[in-house]
Nanobody, 115 residues
């Protein structure tokens, strides 16, 4: 059974940092890629970052140089370190996994950036 459980969201001031975690079942963690998506208020869900099974990473330009995606193979956990957060980063952040399509999703964790 594929399971993805996000944690680590919360309220942070602009310029602050948060680290999200995604605890995955082994079946999810061994898929071709895992990633973080987000959906802001009134916006469509968008890709934030991807990490492949081999460890290659890709970021959307909006978060490049501020966010870092990583994973711990021993813990079956993926992370998203978010630095220099901006109000426009406010969104529900979702963990996802795929072999071909992004078929597996977590329930999401809210990140709010506000003073």
């Amino acid at each position: 059974q594929v399971q993805l459980v996000e944690s680590g969201g919360g309220l942070v001031q602009p310029g602050g940092s948060l680290k999200l975690s995604c605890a995955a079942s082994e079946s999810a963690f061994n898929m071709n890629a895992m990633g973080w998506y987000r959906q802001g208020p009134g916006k469509q869900r968008e890709l934030v970052a991807i990490i492949t099974r081999g460890g290659s990473t890709h970021y959307t330009d909006l978060v490049k140089d501020r966010f870092v995606i990583s994973k711990d193979n021993a813990k079956n956990t993926m992370y998203l370190q978010m630095n220099n957060l901006k109000p426009e980063d406010t969104a529900v952040y979702y963990c996802a996994a795929r072999n071909v399509e992004w078929d597996y999703w977590g329930q999401g964790t809210q990140v709010t950036v506000s003073s």
